[in-house]
């Protein structure tokens, strides 16, 4: 038996904020970063706060690649004040660390069950609607995955997206487009999640570089946010696989933002779950994961002669994808790491990234030595 449904009740359009003035409550904990206090984005959260007369506090030490302890400060901070809600506004890392906190303060004091509302201000992660929080413990990413930390409320405001600066914007989008295509051809895969995943990919087709090009674009980057929200639907159903598994370790070795892991390991993993490469002639029999990639490239309006030019061809997509968001294709590119110091961890990474619960879905079933060689390609 399976089983889809969506616990999130989704806000989104035009003053879509006007939402928290409508919360029955009197406390509210909002839950953000720095970055979110300081540019004043705050006040798109505390402003219908305010006018309802609910009070609020900010617990805002929220870094990216949430590490345990500052999971813990929240949750001392959710148990001392017990708003009857909590807020997350900010990137995945706002939303995973509220995610994560709610989640051990109930743990701890099983009469304290705050509602969870998550409003995304990049569009990448579709963190406010999965069941899913990525925290770090020392070099370890652990996604943590369980049915109490699904968000009871999204707000989708494009308003909010309006100041992600283009890196961001890249690497949050091809985050997405790594969701709505690893989902798609995930062994779990659904029909629900198929649809969320096919609508996903196909916004991003349209809108992905229009948003990158011009952050004015209201129209595109209502688009985009939208997108990350249905790939986030359609992963919380279908779950995700290999690359999540191995951009997991990127991120916990060497702070490499997560969607820019994504993004360059994706042409990788296309061609290692196909089976098909530069050199690969067409033949009789594919593996499944072929005719769904495949589907993704008409989709994005790359469809060519046969599986091999077609899986080719949403290789070179992803490619000139990042090429034109200034995304590196390779891990050296980035120049944060020297060569010896990233040989040096591929073989504990690809151990991980193994055992990673993102792993196990994938529609094929990685030897370690693979794994390694993966991340060797990518340096
Ligand atoms: N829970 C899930 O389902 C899920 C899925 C994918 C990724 N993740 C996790 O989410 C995290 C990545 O999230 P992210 O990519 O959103 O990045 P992030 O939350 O770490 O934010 C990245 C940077 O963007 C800034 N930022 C956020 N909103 C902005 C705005 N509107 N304008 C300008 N700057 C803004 C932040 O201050 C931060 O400096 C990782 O830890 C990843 O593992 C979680
Ligand atoms: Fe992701």
Redesign the pocket.
Known sequence: MKEFDVKTKIYFGENALIRLSQLKCDKVLVVS????IS?G?ISHVTEPLKKAGIKYNIFSD?V???PVSKIILGVSEALTFRADYIVAI???????TA?ALRKFAKQIDASYDPKLVCI???S????EV?S?????DGKK?I?LSSEDMIPNEAILDEV??????SN?TA??GM?TLT?AIEAYVSVNNNEFSGALAEKSVEICGQFLLRSYNDCNDAHARRKVHIASCLA?LA??SASLGLN?GM??QL?AQFHI???RANAILLPHIIEYNSEIGKFSRSSEKYSPCVRKYCNMARILGVSNLNEVTTIRALVSYIQFMMTEMSIPHKISELGIISEGEYMSKIEIMAEAAIKDSCTATNPRVPTKQEVMDIYRKIW
């Not at 900010?90 to 995973?96: L, Y």
């Not at 990448?124 to 963190?127: D, E, L, Q, V, Y």
């Not at 899913?132 to 770090?136: D, H, K, P, S």
């Open positions: 970063d720095p970055f979110v540019s984005l929220v990216p690649d949430p900010g990137g995945g890392s706002s939303m995973d995610k995304p201000t990049t990448g992660t579709g963190s999965t899913f929080a990525v925290i770090t990413k996604p909010l997206v309006k100041s992600v600066p961001i690497d949050t985050d969701h986030g992963f919380n999540h951009a997991h991120g933002a997560h969607g």
